[in-house]
T-cell receptor, first 113, second 111 residues
Framework: AQSVTQLDSQVPVFEEAPVELRCNYSSSVSVYLFWYVQYPNQGLQLLLK??????LVESINGFEAEFNKGQTSFHLRKPSVHISDTAEYFC???????????FGAGTRLFVKA | NAGVTQTPKFRVLKTGQSMTLLCAQDMNHEYMYWYRQDPGMGLRLIHY???????AKGEVPDGYNVSRLKKQNFLLGLESAAPSQTSVYFC??????????FGSGTRLTVV
């Protein structure tokens, strides 16, 4: 069975500061890993994903995440956040080749001016 | 625009009433899912479908039923609504394990 733990429920940060949202997973099989973002009153949108290959994956809006198999982590980072990054972020895992995805409880990112 | 459409967007029900939430996708995806989102609990899978005419139970199926008579549609039914079913419901679809496309959600309040 797979599980996902997001270590912080809320992360407040000032604009232009760096941020890291932490995610750990457990699985007995190879996994695919995802980060989704949910803006207020909207559905979830896929931000980035790790399937195989390079352990560092990037999104089009400056976020990146690194797959660390040894630490079973997939932390999300951004070197300089904007007010518009305020949202809830969900880490998710699925078994490689499978289709069901398990979601973490979410981390609410507050970016302050 | 291609995507997942959910109707209605908002609904208030009285305890004991029934309703059906509609989900439609136009991406020819095989897999479809219904989740509920509650504060501090993330998304919990209610039911899912791996293809037309098939459905299966997820993590929290009690009190809900689903049907997938057509590949593009996945219906979620509440036969006798309870206050514990107050939540935001999301439908999603996928063609494989490479990521989901979500609808914009249905906010349901049961009084």
């Amino acid at each position: 069975a797979q599980s996902v733990t997001q270590l912080d429920s809320q992360v407040p940060v000032f604009e232009e500061a760096p941020v890291e949202l932490r995610c750990n997973y457990s699985s007995s099989v190879s996994v695919y890993l995802f980060w989704y973002v949910q803006y207020p009153n909207q559905g979830l949108q896929l931000l980035l994903k790790y399937l195989s290959g390079s352990t560092l994956v990037e999104s089009i809006n400056g976020f990146e995440a690194e797959f660390n198999k040894g630490q079973t982590s997939f932390h999300l980072r951004k070197p300089s956040v904007h007010i518009s990054d305020t949202a809830e972020y969900f880490c998710a895992v699925s078994g490689a080749g499978g289709f069901k995805t398990i979601f973490g409880a979410g981390t609410r990112l507050f970016v302050k001016a | 625009n291609a995507g997942v459409t959910q109707t209605p967007k908002f609904r208030v029900l009285k305890t004991g009433q029934s309703m059906t939430l509609l989900c439609a996708q136009d991406m020819n995806h095989e897999y479809m899912y219904w989740y509920r989102q509650d504060p501090g609990m993330g998304l919990r899978l209610i039911h899912y479908s791996v293809g037309e005419g098939t459905t299966a139970k997820g993590e929290v199926p009690d009190g809900y039923n689903v049907s997938r008579l057509k590949k593009q549609n996945f219906l979620l039914g509440l036969e006798s609504a309870a206050p514990s079913q107050t939540s935001v419901y999301f439908c999603a679809s996928s063609s494989d394990s490479l990521g989901y496309t979500f609808g914009s959600g249905t906010r349901l309040t049961v009084v």
